[in-house]
């Protein structure tokens, strides 16, 4: 029997044990996914950096209304990840952090929690070239905050 016959059948099975166990997928028709799509109101900082994660996040959950509102605040930090024998900093570590807090239409708090995060950098071109690696550097920062603050909150399983 050949290698690829077994690995076939380990799929096959590891499919159907699944479905025995009740898994459900989360963007499956009725999954949480679904359920959330277009019905959140997302509250983020009106900074650049709250933008680009509101735009994730939307894209993500679609912009909606009521029932339920989601809020998140950020916190970011830029540090030294790596320098020359001369001291001149080569590389930069951007480190973020995004708290959120998802609630129904009545207020009650549905789940909540913090994600934390980090990108890096080149400070080794022209000074342009640096400040255009700082601006995508922060840009992937926070779509990685976003996806996974989506994340923590499919595992609410809000469609049960």
Do not use: H
């Not at 459900?24 to 996914?33: E, S």
């Not at 900082?45 to 939307?58: E, M, N, Q, Y």
């Not at 894209?59 to 809020?71: C, H, K, M, N, Q």
């Not at 995060?117 to 926070?142: I, K, P």
């Amino acid at each position: 029997m050949s290698s690829e016959g077994i690995t076939r059948r380990a799929a096959l099975l590891a499919v159907l044990a699944l479905g025995a166990c009740g898994f459900k997928p989360v963007l499956a028709p009725g999954g949480t996914g679904d359920a959330l799509r277009g019905q959140v109101v997302i509250e983020a900082p009106r900074t650049i950096a709250g933008f680009a994660v509101r735009s994730r996040l939307v894209d993500r959950l679609g912009d909606g209304a009521e029932p339920y509102r989601l809020s998140v605040s950020l916190d970011r930090a830029q540090e030294a990840a790596a320098l020359s024998t001369g001291g001149d900093i080569l590389r930069y570590n951007v480190v973020g952090a995004a708290g959120w807090a998802l609630t129904d239409a009545a207020g009650t708090r549905l789940g909540g929690g913090q994600v934390d995060a980090f990108t890096s950098y080149a400070a080794t071109g022209s000074t342009v070239a640096t400040q255009t690696a700082a601006t995508d550097a922060n840009g992937r920062l926070m779509i990685l905050l976003a996806d996974r603050i989506v994340a923590d909150i499919y595992l609410l399983d809000l469609a049960r």
